[in-house]
T-cell receptor
Framework: GAVVSQHPSRVICKSGTSVKIECRSL??????MFWYRQFPKQSLMLMAT?????????EQGVEKDKFLINHASLTLSTLTVTSAHPEDSSFYIC??????????FGPGTRLTVT | QKEVEQNSGPLSVPEGAIASLNCTYS??????FFWYRQYSGKSPELIMF????GDKEDGRFTAQLNKASQYVSLLIRDSQPSDSATYLC????????????FGKGTHLIIQP
């Protein structure tokens, strides 16, 4: 199997606070994990690539100081949205790479910033 | 020019028929190609990946890749109502550590 979990599945926070989202590969080791964001009726957009033991690589336009990524082990990556604002409300989805080609997605975290 | 293009649909297909989904991509350096299925409010589910020209079959699904034409397709045979979803085409540049570039998806409706 290739199971990826995310926690929490849904979070509501107030503007200005920080939110941490965890992504875990449950039955395999993932040297590379990815974070995506999906706004309503849009497709997934890659935010950053996370490699175990090294700094994340961010896509153009994604603020690395706002979206902090930590890949602490081969099965865990975390995304912290700092000083969240309503425009950060979105569906955040992580994925983990199993072997060379296959990328499996977690169930997603729906963030609402009020 | 958009990197990965798909017809947004909706594509309506009778139950039991073949559903044909198409995707074009702009980056000739792309190495791997993926089809994901996404139900409303859920995360994408991997259906198939393909990286060599030609056809790849898995059960009711067949992926087809033509790198010269920069075209990839997905055929779903014996379509079932449970196949109704948005199908996302995704492309990876290669190297093993790249994230995916997604198309906007095709909304498929299988009519009972």
């Amino acid at each position: 199997g290739a199971v990826v979990s995310q926690h929490p599945s849904r979070v509501i926070c107030k503007s200005g606070t920080s939110v941490k989202i965890e992504c875990r590969s449950l039955d395999f080791q993932a040297t590379t994990m990815f974070w995506y964001r999906q706004f309503p009726k849009q497709s997934l957009m890659l935010m950053a690539t996370s490699n175990e033991g090294s700094k994340a690589t961010y896509e153009q336009g994604v603020e690395k100081d706002k979206f902090l990524i930590n890949h602490a082990s081969l099965t865990l990556s975390t995304l912290t949205v700092t000083s969240a604002h309503p425009e950060d409300s979105s569906f955040y989805i992580c994925s983990a790479k199993k072997r060379t080609y296959e990328q499996y997605f977690g169930p997603g975290t729906r963030l609402t910033v009020t | 020019q958009k990197e990965v293009e798909q017809n947004s649909g909706p594509l309506s297909v009778p139950e039991g028929a073949i559903a044909s989904l198409n995707c074009t991509y702009s980056d000739r350096g792309s190495q791997s190609f993926f089809w994901y299925r996404q139900y409303s409010g859920k995360s994408p589910e991997l259906i198939m990946f393909i990286y060599s020209n030609g056809d790849k079959e898995d059960g009711r699904f067949t992926a087809q890749l033509n790198k010269a034409s920069q075209y990839v397709s997905l055929l779903i045979r014996d379509s079932q109502p449970s196949d109704s979803a948005t199908y996302l085409c995704a492309v990876e540049k290669g190297g093993g550590a790249d994230g995916l570039t997604f198309g906007k998806g095709t909304h498929l409706i299988i009519q009972p």
